[in-house]
């Protein structure tokens, strides 16, 4: 993999363990809900997620990552349709979606891909 490649996958693991530092797995909606700078933070790195994943994509139309279109179009909807993104939107996708992402990019870090 060249090195570019590993770059931006690294970004996308940075940003998922950012993520987990600003929203531990003992924070519950509600408070999540009322912290404004923990969902600006969240919203960042799912931006900074989506672009890596855009350039991976540029770079490799057929990048081995599950979902990578949808990743990318979160993105487009966090920064060009800001006012559609609800805090549940948010909230599942660092719920039910980053785990498997994560697992895929560390997996892809350590291969030769």
């Given at each position: 993999?060249?090195?570019?490649?590993?770059?931006?996958?690294?970004?996308?693991?940075?940003?998922?363990?950012?993520?987990?530092?600003?929203?531990?797995?003992?924070?519950?909606y509600a408070h999540?809900?009322?912290?404004?700078?923990?969902?600006?933070?969240?919203?960042?790195?799912?931006?900074?997620?989506?672009?890596?994943?855009?350039?991976?994509?540029?770079?490799?139309?057929?990048?081995?990552?599950?979902?990578?279109?949808?990743?990318?179009?979160?993105?487009?909807?966090?920064?060009?349709?800001?006012?559609?993104?609800?805090?549940?939107?948010?909230?599942s996708i660092v719920?039910?979606?980053?785990?498997?992402?994560?697992?895929?990019?560390?997996?892809?870090?350590?291969s030769d891909i």
């Open positions: 993999m060249e090195s570019e490649a590993r770059t931006w996958l690294a970004d996308i693991q940075q940003a998922i363990t950012e993520i987990r530092v600003f929203l531990p797995e003992t924070v519950d999540f809900r009322e912290d404004l700078k923990t969902k600006r933070a969240i919203e960042r790195n799912i931006e900074i997620i989506g672009e890596a994943m855009g350039r991976l994509l540029n770079y490799d139309p057929d990048f081995p990552i599950n979902d990578a279109r949808r990743i990318v179009d979160a993105r487009n909807r966090i920064i060009h349709g800001y006012d559609t993104v609800s805090d549940a939107i948010i909230w719920k039910n979606d980053l785990s498997g992402l994560e697992t895929e990019v560390a997996e892809l870090l350590k």
